[in-house]
């Protein structure tokens, strides 16, 4: 079936994904792995003996590169596999909004994990990822995929204002004022030892 469209500059996209691996052969991802993630877990000696032994991919996620505008859609989907650094799990380096008010939605298509959520003013809010559920992100929260499965990747869908932009710094420098980390076999939000106010 063809496309149409009455706008000749507008071109409708279709991409497949794998829904059992989140990858897509549409263009490659973008990876990252232990030593992308310096200062960003708690427990720095773990992490460095990590990356020493095995520099393990952690998670990966595409950039279809849409245009920077408020009128686009930026979307894809992040993989972030199993494992921990110390007693903390896997998980993305989390990011502010450059457009700070700019929210994403996310919806997990396999695994299990949480999101983790922080506002400027310190408000913190946690949500669980399972297959079919969504989780909106409002805007001004940073955000933080954790995965939280001894063996399965957290695969999910995410989309955003195409001028929303990632701002790293402040996480970077400051770090989430909670990290999750395994305790008897379960996930438990703590208080950031390394937060800096
Ligand atoms: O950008 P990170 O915090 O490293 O997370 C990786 C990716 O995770 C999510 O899927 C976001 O929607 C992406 O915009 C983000 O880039
Ligand atoms: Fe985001």
Same mark, same amino acid.
């Given at each position: 079936?063809?496309?149409?469209?009455?706008?000749?500059? $507008?071109?409708?996209?279709?991409?497949?994904?794998?829904?059992?691996?989140?990858?897509? /052969?549409?263009?490659?991802? =973008?990876?990252?792995?232990?030593? +992308?993630?310096?200062?960003? &877990?708690? +427990?720095?000696?773990?992490?460095?003996?990590? $990356?020493?032994?095995?520099? $393990? =991919?952690? &998670?990966?996620?595409?950039?279809?590169?849409?245009?920077? =505008?408020?009128?686009?859609?930026?979307?894809?989907?992040?993989?972030?596999?199993?494992? *921990?650094?110390?007693?903390?799990?896997?998980?993305?380096?989390?990011?502010?909004?450059?457009? =700070?008010?700019?929210?994403?939605? &996310?919806?997990?298509?396999?695994? @299990?994990?949480?999101?983790?959520? /922080?506002?400027?003013? !310190?408000?913190? @809010?946690?949500?669980?990822?399972?297959? !079919?559920?969504?989780?909106? $992100?409002?805007?001004? &929260?940073?955000?933080?995929?954790?995965?939280?499965?001894?063996?399965?990747?957290?695969?999910?869908?995410?989309?955003?204002?195409?001028?929303?932009?990632?701002?790293? !710094?402040?996480?970077?420098? *400051?770090?989430?004022?909670?990290?999750?980390? /395994?305790?008897?076999?379960?996930?438990?939000?703590?208080?950031?030892?390394?937060?800096?106010?």
């Amino acid at each position: 079936m063809s496309t149409t469209s009455l706008d000749p500059t $507008v071109t409708a996209v279709a991409t497949q994904f794998d829904l059992a691996t989140g990858l897509t /052969e549409a263009r490659p991802s =973008l990876q990252r792995r232990l030593s +992308d993630m310096s200062g960003m &877990y708690a +427990d720095t000696a773990a992490l460095s003996a990590a $990356v020493d032994a095995d520099d $393990v =991919l952690t &998670y990966e996620f595409y950039d279809f590169g849409v245009p920077s =505008l408020e009128t686009e859609v930026a979307y894809g989907t992040s993989i972030t596999y199993p494992g *921990k650094v110390g007693d903390e799990y896997f998980m993305t380096k989390g990011h502010f909004h450059t457009r =700070l008010e700019s929210a994403e939605i &996310y919806l997990c298509l396999s695994g @299990q994990g949480l999101m983790l959520m /922080e506002s400027p003013e !310190g408000d913190v @809010q946690v949500e669980e990822f399972r297959p !079919g559920r969504s989780v909106y $992100v409002p805007g001004r &929260y940073a955000h933080r995929s954790i995965n939280t499965s001894p063996d399965e990747p957290l695969i999910t869908f995410f989309a955003f204002p195409g001028d929303a932009g990632h701002d790293y !710094g402040t996480i970077e420098t *400051k770090g989430f004022r909670r990290i999750v980390l /395994e305790r008897d076999g379960a996930p438990v939000l703590v208080d950031n030892p390394r937060w800096q106010s």
